[in-house]
Every structure is written in structure tokens, then in C-alpha cells.
């Protein structure tokens, strides 16, 4: 009798077991990539770009040359975010889910505008994944760059978060900022942020077409530059050397090349291949006083002069070059947010922890008291690495 009633149980437990929410793939809308942008009407000031994937032009990509599109795009126009989200719903002809997004695109009139309302929209939703990365759209709208397409990677949004890690690794002046990492930093009151910026090069009317795909100049997607807020504002782009200067006292650098002089027409490249920095603050005279310490860890790659590279008082000497050189070229990032009273760096953060009661009785003046404050910078080189050759290449 037992046996019976066991075999039972285990019998209806079969016929029930299964996904009360379960779904066919083809009866899903996947987002994967989201665009915000400023729209001119003050009704619906929101234009928000939801790319789709589209499993069928995804195999015919796959299969057959890069022939189909792997994506749709699809833009609705709103009074905020969430308004934006069911008004999709009546063009997306499949449930929407946003389980698989990647990124998340704002137009720069609407960075500059300002990030607050947008992302208590974002953060407040259920659905919403908070370790997207954010980009901010430079020269074009982000429903624009959305749908560039580009040869190598089969959708649009793989296409920038690839293109973004690969001049995090090599170059350094923008890194990953996800969008947890953003609105932390909005609510913190001893850090502004900074975003990742995307453009587009060799721009053309085939951009956005299969077209595209048959010529060896593309247009395509790129890295370009690091976008400054003050207070949840954009207020301004840093580019190249000063962009990579917010990394460097970040300690976001995951390698980098720096070109220094080696005679009056030679140059040596350097490649950081470790970068450390630590923070100290102190009050004196009721003014906020910060130190940096910069430890870098690099390698000899490349040399235009006629150096002994196994002798190591040139090596020692390369070391101080590079400390300047450093020094000098994150000075002029500093000089820079200081003057938009921009602490992207968290300088206000770490004042909060070492002099609490200060930071308390300042924290609200504390754009004005980063624009005022006396930050010093120590650099400390170490190449380990003069490469496989002792003497450059000469021709005879």
C-alpha cells in the first residue's frame, strides 16, 4: 500500500514538474541594447531606441556572410522612461525582456540635461539589470550609433562593449562603468562621474546598412574620450592623455604605452604594465590637503636613439623621464577638473573616511573646497623590462 501511494506522489510530481513562467524564445522580445535621447518636444522630452534581436536574421548572419540582420531597432518617444517602456509594447510585437541587456546608450544632450531622473527610472525598475555598462553617445544621437553595423561582431552592442574593453586594455583613457557604479556615485556627495564616451568614424549614409558590410573601409564605432560630470551634469569631454589621467589616480589602467624624448628627434615608448595609486588626505588650516602616490610597474618596448639598454644608470634615468612625464601630464588632468569642480577621482570619499567630522561640516561646499585644494602627486617608476634586444636597429 505504501509502495503504492510513493509511486503516486512520484507520478504526479512528474506531471506537474515545470516553469509556471516558462516561454518560447520566439514569443520573446530580447532588448539587448537600450538609447536614451533628448527629444525637442517638451510633451514627450525622452526618445528611447530598444534594439531587439532577431533570432532569424541572427542564424542567416551566422550561416551565410553576414547577409541578414541580427537586430531590429525600435524608438518610441515619451514623457519619462517608464511611459517609454509601454509605449514600446505596442510596437515590439513580442514580450519584452530584458534579461540579456548589454548596454545602455545616453545621448549627450541629455547627459548634459542631467543623469538624475533618468536613472531613478532605470534603478527603480523590476525587470532591470544594474551591471549594464553606460556610454555616453559623442557627435551622434545614441539611437544613431545603435544602429551602426559593423562586419565583425554580429550585433551593434557587442560591437561597442568590445571595442571599449579592447582601449581599456592597450590605451586606458576609458574603462567599464557600470550601471550600479553610476548611480553610486550620483548619490555620493564626495564623487562626480565620468562615463565612457562612443563615436563614430568614417560616418556615411551606409552606415546603418548591409552595405555596409562590402567595402574595406567601414564606417565603425570607437572609444573616444572620457565625458566629465559635476553634480549628475555633463559639463565637459577629456580626451587622450588628460582622459588617461583620470585612470591613472583611479588605478583603472590595465596597460598603457607613454612616448617620452630620448634625444633632441629620438623617442623611447614605455608600456606601463602595473599601475597602483593610493590616496591620503589631511586638514590643514581648515583646508582639505591630498596626496597621491603613484606606483607604475613598466617595459622598454620601442627606441629611436642609440642607447645601451643593459646599462642600468639609463635605465634609472628613464625611470625619473617617465616620473616627469607622468607627473606632468596628470597635473593638466587634475588642473582641469578642478576648474569644472569635478572630483571624478573620489577624493571627497576618501576625506569622508579619514576626517569624518570635517566632511561633515563641509560636504556640502566640498565642489568648492575640490576646486581650491592643494593636491600634490608622487610618482614612482620601476622598469623591469628593457626588451630582448640590448641596442636598437641600425642600418649599416
Known amino acids: 500500500m505504501k509502495s503504492n501511494i510513493s509511486f503516486l506522489w512520484i507520478a504526479i510530481c512528474l506531471l506537474i514538474s515545470g516553469c509556471s513562467n516558462y516561454r518560447e524564445l520566439n514569443e520573446l ?5 537600450m538609447g536614451i535621447d533628448h527629444n525637442d518636444d517638451p510633451d514627450n522630452p525622452y526618445k528611447v531606441t530598444y534594439q531587439v534581436i532577431n533570432p532569424s536574421g541572427l542564424s542567416q ?7 541578414g540582420l541580427a537586430v ?29 541587456l548589454s548596454l545602455i546608450i545616453i545621448g549627450e544632450e541629455l547627459a548634459r540635461n542631467g543623469l538624475d531622473l533618468l536613472f531613478d527610472a532605470v534603478d527603480r525598475g523590476k525587470n532591470q539589470r544594474v551591471s549594464v555598462p553606460i556610454f555616453i553617445a559623442r557627435g551622434k544621437s545614441a539611437e544613431y550609433l545603435l544602429g551602426v553595423i559593423e562586419p565583425l561582431e554580429m550585433t551593434p552592442g557587442k560591437n561597442i562593449i568590445s571595442t571599449t574593453k579592447s582601449e581599456q586594455s592597450d590605451y586606458g583613457s576609458t574603462n567599464e562603468v557600470l550601471l550600479y557604479e553610476t ?53 565637459r569631454w577629456l580626451d587622450g ?31 606601463a604594465i602595473r ?22 610597474m613598466g617595459e622598454m ?36 577638473t578642478q576648474k569644472e569642480k569635478s572630483d571624478v577621482f573620489g577624493f571627497g570619499d576618501a576625506l569622508s573616511r579619514t576626517n569624518p ?40
Not at 582622459?243 to 617620452?260: E, H, L, N, Y
Request: hydrophobic share 35%; net charge positive.
Open 72 to 100: 531590429i531597432n525600435y524608438t518610441v518617444t515619451a514623457k519619462t522612461l517608464v511611459e517609454a517602456y509601454s509605449k514600446a509594447s505596442a510596437i515590439i510585437p513580442r514580450e519584452n525582456n530584458f534579461s540579456h
Open 29 to 33: 522580445g530580447v532588448i539587448i541594447g
Open 241 to 271: 592623455e588628460t582622459a588617461r589621467g583620470v585612470q591613472f589616480v583611479t588605478s583603472d589602467i590595465k596597460r598603457t604605452d607613454v612616448v617620452i624624448p630620448c634625444s633632441e628627434k629620438g623617442i623611447v615608448t614605455i608600456t
Open 183 to 235: 548611480i553610486s556615485a550620483l548619490m555620493s556627495e564626495g564623487k562626480d562621474v565620468s562615463l565612457p564616451g562612443i563615436s563614430i568614424r568614417n560616418d556615411s549614409k551606409e552606415a546603418k546598412q548591409i552595405s555596409n558590410f562590402e567595402t574595406t573601409a567601414p564606417a565603425y564605432i570607437e572609444a573616444k574620450g572620457l565625458a566629465l560630470f559635476r553634480k549628475g551634469k555633463m559639463v
Open 357 to 396: 567630522d570635517y566632511w561633515l561640516l563641509h560636504k556640502k561646499n566640498w565642489d568648492n573646497l575640490f576646486s581650491d585644494a592643494e593636491i600634490s602627486m608622487k610618482v614612482n617608476v620601476d622598469i623591469i623590462n628593457s626588451g630582448m634586444r640590448m641596442e636598437p636597429y641600425k642600418s649599416k
Open 275 to 296: 599601475v597602483k595609486s593610493k590616496m591620503k588626505t589631511k586638514i590643514h588650516h581648515e583646508k582639505p590637503v591630498i596626496h597621491t602616490n603613484l606606483n607604475v
Open 61 to 67: 548572419t551566422s550561416t551565410s556572410g553576414g547577409k
Open 301 to 336: 618596448m620601442q627606441t629611436s636613439c642609440d642607447l645601451d639598454m643593459s646599462d642600468p644608470k639609463l635605465l634609472s634615468e628613464f625611470e625619473r623621464k617617465l616620473e616627469n612625464e607622468l607627473k606632468k601630464q596628470i597635473k593638466r588632468t587634475i588642473s582641469i
